[in-house]
């Protein structure tokens, strides 16, 4: 139990284009869903925190209207990078749990290149 | 401010017993989780420490002392495949999660 999908696993796309990742809790409902950044040989950074109907929560730094998150239902969340530029080429992790008092179930990952 | 402290990287041998050290200031605390992250993949949750005490599960077993601030990873019968990061993250007064930056370790035969 307790499965997270991210996808896609990888994506490459050029500079000033959007791209959206989807992530999915596939065996429980998730109230809340984290979206990590991790550059190479560096620790997770988180982004921002949705709980499912109200907007996210961004960390100090992350650019909202950049990065645009939607957690419509209890199982999914996405998150758009809107004009992509190479800097943002990093790997995007998404995690969900069920309530505060449980762990975070991290989806596989989705390393996004832009070139 | 909140910090996690762990060591960056660490080196032992197959067949081996390592400890993996971390500790924490936080703002309060709702319990310390280590996981485990191989390189260009997810983190996998390895263990969860909410009490004092050692959480024994296979190989691994995790430690906490709330007192201290401290906690350790310990892995037994060290597989070439436990090379790996391994990150600890506390739970903050707020249910937030504080990340440790990771321990490398390096399994050499």
């Known amino acids: 139990g307790a499965v997270v999908s991210q996808h896609p696993s990888w994506v490459i796309c050029k500079s000033g284009t959007s791209v959206k990742i989807e992530c999915r809790s596939l065996d429980f409902q998730a109230t809340t869903m984290f979206w990590y950044r991790q550059f190479p040989k560096q620790s997770l950074m988180l982004m921002a925190t949705s709980n499912e109907g109200s907007k996210a929560t961004y960390e100090q730094g992350v650019e909202k209207d950049k990065f645009l998150i939607n957690h419509a239902s209890l199982t999914l969340s996405t998150l758009t990078v809107t004009s992509a530029h190479p800097e943002d080429s990093s790997f995007y992790i998404c995690?969900?749990?069920?309530?505060?008092?449980?762990?975070?179930?991290f989806g596989p990952g989705t390393r996004l290149t832009v070139t | 401010g909140q910090n996690i402290d762990q060591p960056t990287e660490m080196t032992a041998t197959e067949g081996a017993i390592v400890q993996i050290n971390c500790t924490y200031q936080?703002?309060?605390?709702?319990?310390l989780f280590w996981y485990q992250q191989h390189a260009g993949e997810a983190p996998t949750f390895l263990s969860y420490n909410v009490l004092d005490g050692l959480e024994e599960k296979g190989r691994f077993s995790s430690f906490l002392s709330r007192s201290k601030g401290y906690s350790y990873l310990l892995l037994k019968e060290l597989q070439m495949k436990d090379s790996a990061s391994y990150l600890c993250a506390v739970r903050d007064g707020n249910y937030q999660l504080i990340w440790g930056a990771g321990t490398k370790l390096i399994i050499k035969p």
């Open positions: 995690s969900a749990r069920v309530d505060r008092d449980y762990e975070q179930y």
């Open positions: 936080t703002s309060g605390f709702n319990g």
